[in-house]
């Protein structure tokens, strides 16, 4: 009879030295995958600030960049919208100058911040109050 608690003290210590080892290996994957989403962080920032450095990085072919975004997109995972490789190790002074032609354009009207003149071709009051401006073409 003494074999039978033995062999459960034995079969009780292999179980918690599995379960630690499971614990520790869970562990160390969940601290590499912290690090690899904090350095993935930083990788976003930098394309998004345009802080790369053209001799550091190579960009991903188009082809790859696809089939990632296309998978995160059937897995219901969000997909940041980043410059492309291109635009972000062109030479700086290309970049400065693509940086001025996209801010000469005027900005869009804003549609429905002016008052429309009545019948009378007068614009009504500027008021804080925008309570009621249902009757605003009809007085004016």
Do not use: C, W
Not at 28 to 55: F, H, I, M, S, T
Not at 58 to 75: C, K, L, M, N, S
Not at 112 to 133: I, K, M, T
């Amino acid at each position: 009879m003494t074999g039978i608690p033995e062999a459960f003290a034995r079969f009780r210590s292999d179980l918690d030295a599995a379960v630690t080892r499971g614990r520790r290996a869970a562990a160390a994957a969940g601290a590499k995958n912290a690090a690899r989403r904090d350095r993935n962080r930083e990788l976003a920032e930098e394309a998004r600030d345009r802080r790369v450095e053209p001799g550091r990085h190579a960009p991903t072919p188009g082809d790859v960049q696809r089939v990632a975004t296309g998978f995160r997109e059937r897995h219901g995972l969000p997909v940041e919208r980043l410059p492309t490789g291109a635009e972000l190790l062109a030479p700086e002074e290309s970049q400065k100058r693509t940086d001025a032609n996209a801010n000469s354009a005027s900005p869009p009207p804003v549609l429905g911040s002016r008052a429309v003149a009545g019948p009378s071709g007068q614009l009504p009051p500027d008021r804080d109050d925008d309570e009621d401006f249902s009757q605003a073409r009809i007085l004016y």
